[in-house]
């Protein structure tokens, strides 16, 4: 165990430099514009990608458009919405890393557990910037801090699968 520890540690280290300050203002301030909007976010990645929706047992076969309104959803969609403000809150700043990298490393384990694919964490990456660009203020600038904590991000979990 302690040596996934070193190794979740060296992978953060190499993939995830922290965000500039000015960077994670910045995907801080367009993230608490949208993630109050769980079900919208999770409404958007489902409509963008059934197959992403196809994943989840609770979800799968059923009609997208009278789920949105249910508990599960909403449930789900908290969860999702959840993981992204813990590592928004923790961009920035090099002494997170570690905290970073236990909260990657179990989502990570538990989609690679799952058989989720490369390819659908792109396609749900695809929706998130798609839905933050539409949705909260948004220039160059938001777009550029965005691709650099999400390529650190998604680094990592691909280190995993």
């Not at 070193?6 to 953060?12: I, Q």
């Not at 090099?94 to 490393?105: F, G, Q, R």
Request: charged residues 15%.
């Amino acid at each position: 165990m302690k040596f996934f520890a070193v190794l979740a540690l060296c992978v953060v280290g190499a993939i995830a430099a922290p965000l500039s300050a000015d960077q994670a203002a910045t995907v801080r301030s367009s993230w608490a514009g949208v993630k109050h909007n769980e079900v919208d976010i999770l409404h958007a990645v489902f409509k963008d990608h059934p197959d992403i929706q196809a994943r989840f047992p609770q979800f799968a076969g059923k009609d997208l458009e009278s789920l949105v309104d249910t508990a599960a959803f909403a449930t789900h969609a908290g969860r999702i919405v959840g993981f992204i403000s813990e590592i928004v809150a923790l961009v920035g700043n090099e002494a997170n890393a570690p905290a970073m990298a236990t909260l990657v490393n179990e989502l990570a384990a538990s989609h690679h557990n799952r058989g989720i694919s490369k390819a659908q964490f792109n396609e749900f990456r695809a929706s998130l910037v798609t839905y933050l660009s539409s949705h909260a203020s948004w220039n160059d600038a938001t777009a550029a801090a965005w691709t650099a904590g999400l390529d650190n991000i998604f680094g990592m979990i691909f280190a995993h699968l």
